[in-house]
């Protein structure tokens, strides 16, 4: 997707398409072992959605795109091609059901599908508009890192905080929320990054701060329930996350442990920033309490890779999303540009 310039600066990528596969980086192995997985077909690319092989919501969105183009490539053996790569939309769009970026991306290259007779002309195009949603996404990382920093305006090196992960690893390159982190590193406007480590899969610990390290960014990894005492320290100037929706009043879902993060930014008086690409924007829904929750078996709780953490059969309590209401964020920031203290009337000057 890019040259080895633009993979320095982009980070690394969880996604690599090869035109008759699509490789995934297991990113359940990180930080001790870079694995790459090979996906041939649509089905392949729907498991490791599923098992979380890949995630964050934009490189969700990238990968279902190219498992359609998969499916096309191999829908030459079978009766009809239209049925077979239709089943593969399908079975992509039940992979995960919060992100909406999945839906997005399905219904684009659906839009190309239904538009074309032949197969080979399927293949052709649905192949290029994959390519496209990736180059798109990457080009909205750096611009949503132009639009941050017009809404900061920092005069001086400042502290940030940011939860899960919502850099390279999420996305097709570059990253959202800390796509502005490298944005604000690039121009010395960055005196550290606290990470929450963001349990209860640790994207935080196991991705963010691997990412940053190895960008050479400065890191400061954190329990979550520091983050308080992180805000009360006066180090942090703003919190800045990313999101898998946002309703039409200015609603976020994101990782657990969002919320909470929001609370604590407007009693400490410190900044709250989500950033996203417009894909991630849900105009049909109009507030956060229709965004359907995922909840995920209760051993992600119980147990980290086989070791018991609580005892067996524990009941456990595991949603992977919560919803940051409007009236406590005070930037949205996308690719179209910011929105300041978002509210209905906001999002639709925006968005509409």
Request: charged share 20%; aromatic share 6%.
């Amino acid at each position: 997707m890019a040259n080895s310039t633009d993979q320095r600066i982009l980070g690394t990528q969880p996604v690599r398409w090869h035109g008759d596969s699509l490789e995934l980086l297991d990113q359940r192995l990180l930080p001790t072992e870079e694995h790459w997985i090979t996906a041939d077909g649509a089905s392949a690319v729907a498991q490791c959605i599923t098992d979380m092989v890949v995630r964050g919501a934009p490189a969700i969105g990238i990968s279902a795109a190219y498992g359609v183009a998969l499916a096309a490539r191999h829908a030459g053996g079978c009766d009809n091609w239209q049925v077979e790569v239709g089943q593969a939309i399908d079975q992509l769009a039940k992979s995960r059901p919060t992100a909406v970026n999945l839906f997005w991306a399905l219904q684009r290259m659906e839009k190309v599908f239904l538009n074309c007779a032949e197969l080979d002309e399927a293949v052709e195009r649905l192949a290029s508009e994959a390519v496209l949603i990736h180059q798109e996404d990457i080009a909205a990382n750096l611009a949503m890192a132009d639009h941050a920093l017009d809404v900061m305006s920092p005069e001086q090196a400042i502290g940030v905080l940011t939860h899960c992960n919502t850099g390279a690893l999420a996305t097709g390159g570059y990253g959202t929320a800390l796509g502005v982190i490298r944005r604000l590193h690039e121009r010395n406007l960055l005196d550290k990054v606290y990470a929450d480590e963001t349990r209860p899969w640790l994207q935080g610990s196991r991705l963010t701060a691997w990412e940053l390290k190895r960008d050479d960014i400065p890191v400061t990894l954190n329990a979550d329930s520091a983050a308080a005492a992180i805000l009360a320290s006066g180090q942090v100037s703003w919190v800045i996350v990313g999101a898998d929706r946002i309703t039409a009043n200015g609603d976020v879902a994101n990782k657990i442990g969002t919320y909470s993060l929001a609370v604590l930014a407007r009693y400490h008086g410190v900044g709250f920033m989500v950033v996203a690409p417009s894909s991630t924007v849900d105009m049909a829904l109009l507030e956060g309490a229709q965004i359907p929750i995922e909840e995920r078996e209760g051993t992600e709780v119980r147990e980290i890779r086989g070791i018991p953490l609580a005892p067996p059969g524990v009941e456990v309590f595991n949603p992977v999303f919560d919803v940051t209401p409007a009236s406590l964020i005070d930037a949205i920031v996308t690719e179209k540009g910011a929105v300041l203290k978002p509210d209905l009337a906001g999002m639709k000057a925006l968005f509409a």
